[in-house]
């Protein structure tokens, strides 16, 4: 996939580094900062800078390193593809001096111990750190090393100018900037390393960057994560953090999720180590979600409590006396990681045990499960309504991680576990839910074990943000606005115009879905009354293949409930601002995913007839895919319409299909279905070209209002290619495992 190249907003904001501060150990005056460069960081303390650049216990280490952030309430370099929050909102046009004390930076601080006899304590210990508006600062830790090494032979400005100078040299300009969309994308295609080669051969590529800087004359290769959001930060390892501590890392993932107070303690630790630990918790949960690294404190020690004012903070400390504070955390994490483990202890469990011994006393690891002890209100975790479906989830995981499937893998589980919470909480917004009778089981259940902490969820502050967040609907503003425009001038073009470049469909086979948007945007006709099949259910409107009969037959067989349903999902509709266009894909995908069977044969041909009226170009196709992770079965819902009963459905899946093998972001989601649906699709599209499918419509029509006329049920037989595995159950089930 080739991505876009976007200037840094403008020509003065191309450099990679904002500031270098240099701080060391003095014997006489303890830490201590000793250069700022180019200047001094506005509305920050040097002495704040000594307390965190130089960890607690670090004479005790040759090498250790921690992360800084500044600017917390700063907008972003990147905040037009991360958050809608009015408070964090920057112009594009906005100029370096306007904004510079007003951008988030991230910091990564390195800091080293010389053993030196000649001296005062027996050890020199100095750390350099740099400021940078790029989340990926870790890729300079390098050129960072080199440069301390010098200082500590030549103590001098003039290593941290030469630092800043030669990071800024680097042409900035040439960085691919992906936008959201292209950032899911690259991940979609996430999934076991252990499937069958046509799975693996498709992961995406292209995920890094590399471009060149020197230092001293030592060339640096920068490998770039271009996936990274502005949540994603240093060398995450997810599976670390799920081995340390098993089955109970899902209560620090529900803390988070519902926005608890968390704290890790690694007394005797190193800050790198603590850092790694509280920067992959947010990895956990971010994305989808978003803005988490606002209230992220890799390393924070004594000298500075103020995070503790932060609602829902992740927080990492070395000092035990953290932990005897049980007012200052909800969840507190002790790590224990020469031993390959960790203890979890909520407010409650710290109070039951000192009351236990008699008073404040060393912490001991809880049992396996969590009891309610001597506090009668205390909750117990196994009795939480998620506990059954969190616990599922991750003996998965762990099962994954101890086959060694790999780090993408088990990310991308806990991308889809979050954001099928989080789908439950905008199900609810866009009342998709409101007919729990057409969940399946499965379906039913995840979202009854849900539905306290989805309460909560919708509740927060954020969740205004979260419901219009990119990494949610998966687009960003700019490509919603040009999608949009492109598919009101693809619904004014005529039939050969409409069809992607290369397309074999001939202008007498008129998309039906086209001419139903155009009936959709003409004045709405007036219903004829409801028909009704064998049990009063509702017979589907009988569907033409010519636009012309197609919306005669539209009008004529629509009821009241169509049209109120018609204008309700029309993406169509240019009325519609840009975030309900990419919401109601988001809606057409979750109903035909949440559906427990596919007998409203009605609302699944208009479905499917709306979703082949938008995809008609890659960006749309790659947004549907986002919605699609290869982890969740891919193309499955799409794919599924090949063996739906109605040659109308088969029609527009196939179509559908059809337009994502022609592009090279989008062909490998097709190649990764299984063949049957490869041979499915053969044969409907085949049926589509010589007109085959157009007639079995027509007699689908005929049928249908013969059913209607004789008080028939409507539930017609099935396509000639629906394997028998599909008779009588939901196509879909498959992926109710994944879900639940």
Same mark, same amino acid.
């Given at each position: 996939m080739t991505w876009h190249t976007k200037l840094l907003r403008s020509d003065n904001k191309k450099q990679l580094v904002d500031y270098v501060v240099l701080a060391e150990f003095d014997i006489d005056t303890g830490s201590t900062v000793r250069h700022q460069y180019p200047n001094n960081i506005p509305d920050y303390k040097a002495d704040w800078f000594a307390e965190f650049m130089l960890p607690e216990g670090a004479h005790n280490r040759d090498l250790d390193f921690n992360y800084i952030f500044l600017n917390r309430d700063a907008p972003h370099v990147d905040q037009h593809l991360w958050s809608k929050f009015e408070?964090?909102?920057?112009?594009?046009? *906005?100029?370096?001096?306007?904004?510079?004390?007003?951008?988030?930076?991230?910091?990564?601080?390195?800091?080293?111990?010389?053993?030196?006899?000649?001296?005062?304590?027996?050890?020199?210990?100095?750390?350099?750190?740099?400021?940078?508006?790029?989340?990926?600062?870790?890729?300079?830790?390098?050129?960072?090393?080199?440069?301390?090494d010098q200082y500590f032979d030549n103590p001098s400005v003039d290593v941290l100018a030469s630092l800043y100078e030669s990071l800024n040299a680097i042409d900035m300009a040439a960085l691919p900037r992906p936008d959201t969309m292209e950032q899911v994308m690259m991940r979609r295609g996430v999934t076991y390393e252990g499937l069958a080669d046509h799975h693996?051969?498709?992961?995406?590529?292209?995920?890094?960057?590399?471009?060149?800087?020197?230092? *001293?004359?030592?060339?640096?290769?920068?490998?770039?994560?271009?996936?990274?959001?502005?949540?994603?930060?240093?060398?995450?390892?997810?599976?670390?953090?799920?081995?340390?501590?098993?089955?109970?890392?899902?209560?620090?993932?529900?803390?988070?999720?519902?926005?608890?107070?968390?704290?890790?303690?690694?007394?005797?630790?190193?800050?790198?180590?603590?850092?790694?630990?509280?920067?992959?918790?947010?990895?956990?949960?971010?994305?989808?979600?978003?803005?988490?690294?606002?209230?992220?404190?890799?390393?924070?020690?004594?000298?500075?409590?103020?995070?503790?004012?932060?609602?829902?903070?992740?927080?990492?400390?070395?000092?035990?006396?953290?932990?005897?504070?049980?007012?200052?955390?909800?969840?507190?994490?002790?790590? *224990?990681?020469?031993?390959?483990?960790?203890?979890?202890?909520?407010?409650e469990e710290r109070r039951s045990q000192d009351s236990s011994k008699g008073g404040a006393g060393r912490m001991t690891p809880p049992p396996n499960h969590v009891t309610k002890g001597n506090n009668k209100h205390a909750v117990n975790y196994e009795d939480m309504p998620h506990y059954s479906v969190d616990n599922k989830f991750i003996k998965a995981v762990l099962s994954g991680i101890n086959a060694q499937i790999g780090e993408d893998w088990v990310r991308q589980q806990f991308y889809d576990h979050t954001s099928s919470i989080l789908h439950l909480a905008l199900d609810q917004d866009q009342n998709i839910l409101q007919h729990n009778h057409k969940l399946s089981a499965v379906q039913r259940k995840f979202a009854e074990q849900n539905a306290a902490r989805v309460k909560l969820i919708r509740q927060s502050a954020e969740f205004v943000e979260l419901a219009s967040h990119p990494w949610v609907w998966c687009a960003d503003k700019d490509s919603a606005e040009k999608e949009h425009l492109h598919s009101q001038a693809n619904s004014a073009a005529n039939s050969s115009a409409n069809s992607p470049a290369g397309s074999p469909l001939a202008p007498s086979t008129?998309?039906?879905?086209?001419?139903?948007?155009?009936?959709?945007?003409?004045?709405?006709?007036?219903?004829?009354?409801?028909?009704?099949?064998?049990?009063?259910?509702?017979?589907?409107?009988?569907?033409?293949?010519?636009?012309? *009969?197609?919306?005669?037959?539209?009008?004529?067989?629509?009821?009241?409930e169509d049209n109120k349903e018609q204008e309700m999902v029309s993406i169509a509709n240019p009325a519609r601002n840009v975030k309900s266009i990419w919401l109601l894909l988001r809606s057409y995908v979750r109903k035909l995913q949440l559906e427990s069977g596919l007998n409203a044969i009605d609302e699944t041909?208009?479905?499917?007839?709306?979703?082949?009226?938008?995809?008609?170009?890659?960006?749309?196709?790659?947004?549907?895919?986002?919605?699609?992770?290869?982890?969740?079965?891919?193309?499955?819902?799409?794919?599924?319409?090949?063996?739906?009963?109605?040659?109308?459905?088969?029609?527009?899946?196939?179509?559908?299909?059809?337009?994502?093998?022609?592009?090279?972001?989008?062909?490998?989601?097709?190649?990764?279905?299984?063949?049957?649906?490869?041979?499915?699709?053969?044969?409907?599209?085949a049926k589509d070209l010589d007109g085959t499918l157009q007639n079995e419509i027509l007699e689908y029509n005929r049928a249908a209002r013969e059913s209607s006329a004789n008080g028939l049920n409507d539930d017609l037989a099935g396509g000639d290619d629906a394997p028998e595995v599909f008779e009588g159950m939901n196509p879909l089930d498959t992926l109710d495992a994944a879900a639940g």
């Open positions: 408070k964090y909102a920057q112009k594009p046009d *906005d100029t370096l001096e306007e904004s510079e004390s007003k951008t988030f930076l991230y910091g990564i601080n390195l800091v080293k111990t010389r053993h030196d006899s000649s001296v005062r304590r027996g050890a020199i210990v100095k750390a350099m750190c740099l400021f940078s508006r790029f989340q990926f600062v870790d890729i300079l830790k390098k050129p960072l090393e080199l440069a301390l693996k051969s498709h992961i995406p590529t292209g995920w890094y960057h590399t471009l060149l800087g020197y230092f *001293d004359r030592i060339e640096i290769p920068l490998r770039i994560p271009l996936f990274r959001t502005p949540d994603e930060v240093g060398e995450i390892q997810l599976s670390l953090l799920v081995k340390t501590f098993g089955e109970q890392v899902m209560r620090i993932f529900h803390a988070v999720l519902t926005k608890q107070r968390v704290l890790f303690v690694g007394y005797n630790h190193a800050a790198s180590e603590v850092a790694q630990m509280v920067l992959s918790t947010v990895a956990m949960v971010a994305p989808p979600m978003s803005n988490l690294i606002r209230r992220t404190f890799p390393y924070s020690n004594l000298s500075d409590l103020s995070f503790l004012e932060m609602p829902g903070y992740i927080a990492g400390v070395t000092n035990p006396m953290f932990q005897q504070h049980d007012s200052w955390w909800d969840l507190l994490c002790v790590l *224990d990681l020469p031993n390959n483990t960790g203890h979890i202890y909520s407010a008129m998309h039906a879905s086209m001419a139903a948007a155009a009936a959709l945007r003409a004045p709405a006709p007036q219903p004829s009354p409801p028909r009704k099949g064998l049990r009063g259910s509702k017979v589907a409107p009988a569907i033409s293949p010519t636009s012309s *009969d197609l919306t005669a037959e539209l009008a004529a067989g629509a009821t009241p041909q208009l479905y499917y007839q709306q979703l082949e009226q938008y995809l008609r170009s890659e960006s749309s196709l790659q947004a549907l895919l986002t919605l699609l992770p290869q982890s969740k079965g891919g193309l499955l819902p799409i794919a599924t319409g090949l063996f739906h009963k109605s040659p109308l459905v088969r029609l527009h899946a196939s179509r559908i299909l059809q337009r994502i093998q022609q592009f090279p972001s989008t062909k490998a989601a097709y190649k990764s279905l299984e063949g049957y649906f490869h041979t499915a699709y053969e044969r409907q599209h």
